[in-house]
């Protein structure tokens, strides 16, 4: 299993945390790729000779931004297309997505412009993580929820959600917004 870091992280103190996740569930995560100042093409060889690859949380426009300067977007389709699998927690989950228009919804800054947050599109739908029963409530919430237009799992952080080709497999209580609704 390989992780790709979503920002520079010199200690490796998230990647070896997740490390220490993976193991207690048997599985060994033995490549790190950060997209910034410590990127290299074997780093990037070996991630996509493993199975899986996590794509971490963190800031989701700057890791989008990272994605796209290395020109990865169509290397990651390509690998699930050939059989890979990629895990996603927050903002990497997002990155999965058409679009990473719902970080605003978590409390990411997006500035980009709405054409520049094309993201993976490898699920079609669009993905809010850490969401609470507060927020559900929330006139402000709805009504940026509402701007998505688009179908938008919200996941409290004991949620997830599972795409197997085309089965969603669905964990907890995640709550689903036809945006419009159908």
Known sequence: MGYIASAPDPKREY?????????????????????????????????L??????????????????????????VFQAFVENGGAIVGVSAGAMLLTPSIASAALCGDKVTDQQSALSALNLVDFQFVPHVTQDQLIDSEFQQQLNLLKSRTYLCADNDALLQVGKNLLVYGAPSLIENPPR
């Open 49 to 74: 000779d493993c199975d899986v690859i996590h794509l971490s949380g963190g800031d989701t426009q700057r890791f989008l931004q990272a994605v796209k300067q290395r020109k990865l977007i169509a």
């Open 15 to 47: 990647f070896s945390q997740t490390q220490q996740l993976y193991r207690k569930l048997n599985v060994q995560m033995s490549v790190y790729l950060e997209l910034e100042s410590e990127f290299t093409q074997t780093a990037l060889n070996a991630l």
